[in-house]
């Protein structure tokens, strides 16, 4: 473990995997010899700082010459020495995971447009959104009370015959319900039959 002291330092890794330790109000440190990517082995904490992950990380670097610097805040950074921005990796880092980006702002609406319906809560049967469609409903309950035994005794009836009909015959009634069923389902009927 590799760790500045209070002021500005220059650090060198000892050969082989490096952990560079880094910490608030410490002063900007450079790490000559920093092996970045998945082959190179070195990782550098900053777990101390307030990074909401590897992309809130790079967000803050930029590529000054051979170096990358990393801002870390308070007019503290950190040099990299012969490294690029994108040879960095999240492995290189140790990052604090109880930091959290903020959440982006949602857009404002166009005030042309209309409003996107909010998509549906499945497991509640209820839509979450700013107006509340439950998909079960006492009109519906009603309605499978009413249809429910005509249903029952039409299966019922249907099954008993089942056996009685020809294969022909069979087909002929199926392509029908078929048939019945496509045409009825039709949203241009939605008024008519409702």
């Known amino acids: 473990m590799i760790s500045g002291g209070a002021g500005n330092d220059t650090l060198s890794g000892a050969g082989g995997d490096d952990l ?26 900053l777990r101390a700082f307030d990074i909401a992950g590897f992309d809130a990380l790079l967000e803050r670097a930029s590529q000054n010459g051979a170096a990358t610097v990393i801002d870390l805040g308070n007019g503290q950074t950190l040099t990299l020495d012969g490294v690029t921005v994108t040879s960095l990796t ?3 880092f140790f990052l604090d995971p109880g930091v959290v980006a903020a959440p982006e702002p949602e857009p404002e609406p166009d005030p042309g447009t209309e409003p996107e319906s909010p998509p549906f809560d499945l497991p509640g049967l209820v839509n ?7 998909l079960i409903t006492l009109d519906a309950i009603k309605f499978a009370f009413v249809v429910g035994p005509v249903y029952a005794v039409g299966v019922w009836f249907g099954a008993s015959l089942f056996g009685k009909a020809s294969e022909a015959v069979f087909r002929t009634i199926c392509y029908a319900l078929i048939a019945a ?3 009825f389902g039709l949203p241009a009927l939605d008024g008519v039959l409702r």
């Open 20 to 45: 560079f330790v880094f910490a608030p109000n410490r002063g900007s440190d450079r790490v000559l010899d920093f092996a970045a990517g998945p082959e190179g082995g070195d990782v550098i904490d």
């Open 90 to 92: 999240a492995g290189d």
């Open 128 to 134: 979450s959104g700013p107006t509340d469609i439950t």
């Open 181 to 183: 069923a496509v045409i």
